[in-house]
């Protein structure tokens, strides 16, 4: 059975919460992605709208030739890619510090995925929502870290 194609508008409202454009979505977005119980869910809600393009044309035909994971290791990496060359257009110098970092934090999103790997639930509220974006922003970070070594040396 063929998978209903979504529209951007519809795609944002699922992963936001907010219709396109609507007041207050820029705020869901940095609640629900920050404050999600595992780093798979962070990406769920992140920027939607860039979202939805990867996963359009580069995530969905790329799993129905491969196994998910690897299709999602690929459009991470892509998305780094393409966060590359824009900073290689402005500085006019080829580095890449995106690619691996992506490709870094799509390993943690593959292994989120395969393991389920949740955070601990302390309590809810506030202070669960602050725990959970600490969890992602230091793996954001630890990730970042990996990928600098890489980016040095191109440069």
């Excluded at 999602?72 to 110098?93: E, K, P, Q, S, Y």
């Excluded at 690619?99 to 292994?111: A, E, K, R, S």
């Excluded at 602050?130 to 070594?149: Q, V």
């Amino acid at each position: 059975m063929a998978r209903k194609i979504l529209s951007l508008g519809q795609y944002v409202k699922r992963r936001n919460g907010v219709a396109l454009g609507g007041s207050g979505a820029l705020m869901n977005m940095f609640e629900r992605s920050l404050g999600a119980n595992r780093f798979d869910r962070f990406w769920q809600y992140w920027n939607p709208i860039f979202g939805y393009y990867l996963s359009r044309y580069i995530f969905e035909p790329l799993k129905g030739v491969l196994p998910n994971w690897i299709a999602l290791l690929i459009t991470f990496v892509a998305c780094g890619l393409l966060h590359d060359l824009v900073t290689i257009a402005i500085n006019h110098r080829f580095a890449l510090l995106f690619t691996p970092w992506f490709l870094f934090m799509g390993i943690f999103v593959v292994l989120s995925k395969g393991f389920y790997l949740q955070y601990p639930v302390f309590n809810k509220g506030k202070s669960a929502f602050t725990i959970n974006c600490l969890f992602n922003m230091s793996i954001i970070l630890a990730c970042l870290l990996m990928a600098l070594p890489i980016w040095r040396a191109m440069s």
